[in-house]
């Protein structure tokens, strides 16, 4: 059976003074890659997706089948580790 995991870089929300950060792909990266070492993962595939608004209150993350994206409002886009396993 065919499964999958996504590695979605974490935001941190701003606060009155500090504007908010997402976290570093090579993070992510060392996280799937932990993620495979520790779990003896049988990898299939892995692949770099890019999504807009996975963290909108809105929006199911990685997961959710339908994101929108505004055409006059902005949106913003981020790049995640799919990995697909056994």
């Not at 870089?9 to 090579?26: A, I, N, W």
């Not at 595939?45 to 929006?59: F, G």
């Amino acid at each position: 059976m065919i499964q999958v995991k996504d590695f979605v870089p974490e935001k941190k929300k701003g606060g009155l003074f500090k504007s908010g950060s997402v976290q570093h792909f090579e993070e992510v990266l060392t996280a799937a890659n932990q993620w495979i070492s520790e779990n003896n993962i049988n990898v299939v595939n892995v692949e770099t997706v890019v999504l807009p608004n996975i963290h909108d209150s809105q929006e199911e993350g990685s997961q959710d089948t339908e994101l929108w994206t505004g055409g006059e409002s902005s949106s913003q886009w981020y790049q995640l580790i799919r990995v697909w396993h056994k």
